[in-house]
């Protein structure tokens, strides 16, 4: 008789559900927000996560449109305009896009970095499988 390995059984498990995506954008939504009653706010962000489980559309990223200029503002200290392709690679990192690399040596103006943080976020987002 064989016998199933637990530590098998409960690592295919976690990969099927994406347990650890979850638990990693569980964790930070709660330190980014810090509400004050961390419960209800993890049982409204699972409603949320839920929602777009049964859609199955990635759970939207927590940066907003105005994070995003934040952060073009503070690589564009000399306020020209305009970052290099190094500095986005850099404000990409800062977003949690791990393995981003520019494609081009051209600086790079606000619209263009909003839309290329907007491409790269959703690439990384959470996505649930399905129900």
Do not use: W
Request: glycine letters at 4%; proline letters at 6%; one cysteine or more.
């Amino acid at each position: 008789m064989t016998r199933k390995d637990p530590r098998s059984d409960a690592e295919q498990y976690l990969e099927k559900h994406n347990i650890r995506g979850l638990f990693k954008h569980l964790s930070t939504k709660l330190l980014f927000a810090k509400p004050e009653d961390p419960k209800a706010f993890l049982v409204e962000e699972l409603k949320k996560v839920y929602e777009c489980q049964q859609g199955q559309t990635p759970v939207p990223s927590m940066f907003e449109e105005k994070d995003l200029i934040a952060m073009f503002g503070m690589f564009d200290i000399t306020g020209c305009g305009k970052i290099s392709h190094t500095q986005v690679e850099k404000a990409m990192q800062n977003l949690g896009v791990e393995d981003y690399t520019s494609p081009s040596t051209e600086k790079v103006d606000l619209a263009m970095f909003i839309a290329t943080a907007k491409q790269e976020l959703d690439k990384i987002a959470l996505r649930m499988p399905p129900l």
